[in-house]
């Protein structure tokens, strides 16, 4: 079926004359297993807009101008061994639109209410997709970021309201990706601290949130040190995928931390936003060809691997 719309006028029209179409694009949508047989996933991160988190490099408003945030996703979506995208419902209600997500993973992110450089930045308190409305639309997977402050009394409402819905999720038998941090005000900053206890203590302590973590997934930052990765990821057996993070010019040094990083046992993919859909040439399929090239090839029913 032909996508519902092909411009950023049919999807301005849509959205104020047949909203229902969303839910319809949604109801209809072609879905696909999470994990792919053998191999490794590659997401593409846009939740970034919803949390103020606007700017890739030098330009402070890239990600505002989104009918082009739009053409770069479907652009990258579109290429050969992208499994998916993780977004706002905004955002996945624009590619529904699109047809951009056919036989894909839709991964719906939970909490976006912690604004960049706001004084409330830790209190990322559950303002997207509620883990019912991901079930409801038929969704694939959710992700939840916690962030821990050992000098916030607020982190300890944060754990708590990440455990209960990851439960939530669980109880939907839907996949949860968490991506867990220590952190510290520095300068009225926010900084993460991606030192090998830092990154390890994170992991340990969201590996144990809830009561199940059958649908449990982390996602994890590469290592100040890649080459410390491999005893950073020995903290937990729960799938993990890495995040990009911000990588400035330098997307070729990403891609060797990154390779290095996927042949650890417990990795089982990427999910990368702003460093794979604004390269710095410019040039998004080859960024992303040159991350699906860096993933573990996926085999068949059969045994046998996939080109």
């Known amino acids: 079926m032909s996508p519902a719309a092909s411009s950023l006028a049919d999807l301005v029209r849509l959205r104020a004359e047949r ?47 989104r009918y082009e945030l739009l053409e770069r996703l479907c652009l990258a979506l579109s290429r050969p061994g992208v499994d998916g995208v993780l977004a ?14 056919e036989d894909k993973v839709v991964m719906g992110s939970l909490n976006r209410g912690g604004l960049a450089g ?25 992700k939840l970021l916690l962030r821990i402050d050992h000098e916030d009394p607020g982190s300890l409402d944060t754990l708590h309201t990440a455990a209960r819905t990851i439960d939530a999720m669980a109880a939907h038998r839907l996949p949860v990706f968490v991506e867990p941090f220590l952190c ?18 994170a992991i340990a302590v969201a590996s144990g949130l809830a009561g199940s973590s059958a649908y449990t997934w982390l996602k994890v930052p590469v290592t100040e040190h890649p080459e410390d990765m491999a005893r950073v990821m020995e903290t937990s057996t729960l799938p993990a995928v890495l995040l990009g993070g911000e ?16 042949r650890l046992p417990t990795v089982r993919g990427l999910v990368v936003g702003r460093a794979l859909l604004y390269p710095p040439d410019g040039d998004v399929a080859r960024a992303v060809d040159t991350a699906v090239g860096l993933l573990r090839p996926r085999t068949t029913d059969e045994g046998r691997e996939t080109p």
């Open 19 to 65: 909203p229902e179409a969303i839910e319809e694009a949604a109801s209809r949508r072609r879905r696909r297993p999470l994990a792919p047989p053998g191999g490794q996933l590659l997401i593409l991160a846009a939740d970034h807009p919803a949390r103020g988190a606007l700017a890739v490099g030098g330009r402070a408003l890239a990600m505002a101008h």
């Open 88 to 101: 706002t419902a905004d955002i996945v209600d624009d590619l529904l639109l699109l047809g951009a997500l």
């Open 118 to 142: 706001a004084a409330f930045e830790l209190d990322d308190r559950f303002t997207g997709f509620r883990p019912l409305d991901l079930a409801r639309r038929g969704f694939d997977a959710g």
């Open 184 to 201: 510290h005000r520095e300068d009225g900053r926010l900084r993460t601290d991606l030192s090998i206890p830092a990154v390890t203590t």
């Open 247 to 262: 990588v400035g010019d330098d997307l070729e040094g990403a891609y060797e931390k990154w390779r290095g990083a996927l």
